[in-house]
C-alpha cells in the first residue's frame, strides 16, 4: 500500500455525462505506467497542486466562445467544464506540473493557451476520411524532431478517432506533433522542456499497443520527476541555517 501512495498522482478530468465509462480507462493507462489517479469533475475540489500531474479527457466540445468562433447548433458544449479545464491547464504550464490531453483535451491544451479549433474538420480539409471508431483505423504521421517522436517512434501509427473538431491556430508555446494525411492536426505539444502532450486519438482504448502505452509512461516519468524535484526544494526550504 505505502508502494502505491508513493506514485505520481494524476488528475484526471472527465465529461459529466460520459465520466462513468472514460475514467477507468484513462486511470487503468495510469495504473500501468506506475501512476496512480484521481477523479476530477465540475462540483469536485480541484488543485493543481495536489497532484504531480494532469491528463484532461475527451468528451464534449469546447464551446466556440473561447477562442472567438461561432457556436455551432449541434455542439455538445459544457461551458462548466470548459471553465474548469481551463483553469487547470493554465495552473500546470505555471507551476509546470506535466499534462496530457485526450482528444477534446487536446484542444483545450490548445485554446487554454490563445489557440483556435476548427469546429467542422471535414469542411475545412476536403481529404479528410471519415472515421468514427475506438479501433485503429487512422493513419497518423509523426513529425520529426517532436518530443512525441522521441517517446512513440518517428514512424508512422494508425489510431483511432471520435472527432469532428481539430486544431487550427495553434497556441503560444506550442507546435504540431502529428498530422494525418489529409493535413488534419492530430497532436500538438509545448516547444520548451516541460511535458506539454496533446493528442488527438484516444491512447487509453489502444493501450495493447507499445507506442500508446509510451505515452502513458512518459507522462508519469514526467509526473515522478516534478514531484521529486518539488520534494528536495522543500527540503532545502525546511533545513535550519548553520
Known sequence: MRRYRNRPLIGITTSARSGWRIFPAIALSVLLAGGRAVWWRVGRPASIRDVDGLIVGGGDDISADLYGGRLMPEARVDPERDALERR?????????????????????????????LHQDIYAVYADARRHWTVLPRKTVRVVGGTYLARISGPDEMRVNALHTQSVADLGRGLRIAAREPSGVVQAVECTGDDFYLGVQWHPEHLIYARRQRRIFQALVEAARARAEHRAQAQAVDEMEPL
Open 88 to 116: 487547470l491547464v493554465r495552473d500546470a504550464r505555471t507551476l509546470r506540473r506535466p499534462v496530457l490531453g485526450i482528444c477534446r483535451g487536446a484542444q483545450m491544451m490548445n485554446v487554454a493557451l490563445g489557440g483556435s
